[in-house]
């Protein structure tokens, strides 16, 4: 999911020219949400969870997320030289760890 994600927002950035932050925010809640739904069949196989009330666990968790990635895009931007990809991928690395942790604790543990 996360290169499908960094795949996007480089086409969106590059090629339709929408904003770095703005294309972050779109292809982090697409790559998600597409997330969501194969976590549920292959990484959480167990989780008794029924999916629409999980999906909405998952999208406050994602919200969340949104909020850290976006906001420490931002930060890495605005005082720092680093690239928007570059910076994409250290972003993904505290903010995805800290959703996996969320939603494996919060959303798919087995009831």
Known sequence: MFLL????LWLLVELARVGVL????????????LHYFLG?????????RKP???YG???VN?????AVTVAMMGALLE???????GARILVSV????????????LNFKRL
């Open 52 to 54: 629409v009330p999980g």
């Open 62 to 66: 994602a919200m969340l997320g949104l």
């Open 57 to 59: 666990y998952f999208l």
């Open 22 to 33: 703005l294309a972050t925010a779109a292809t982090f809640l697409g790559a998600t949400t």
């Open 40 to 48: 549920r069949t292959w990484i959480y196989r167990g989780t008794k």
């Open 94 to 105: 505290v903010a995805g760890l800290a959703m996996f942790l969320s939603n494996a604790i």
């Open 79 to 85: 005082w720092t030289p680093i690239h928007y990809l």
């Open 5 to 8: 994600g960094l795949a996007t």
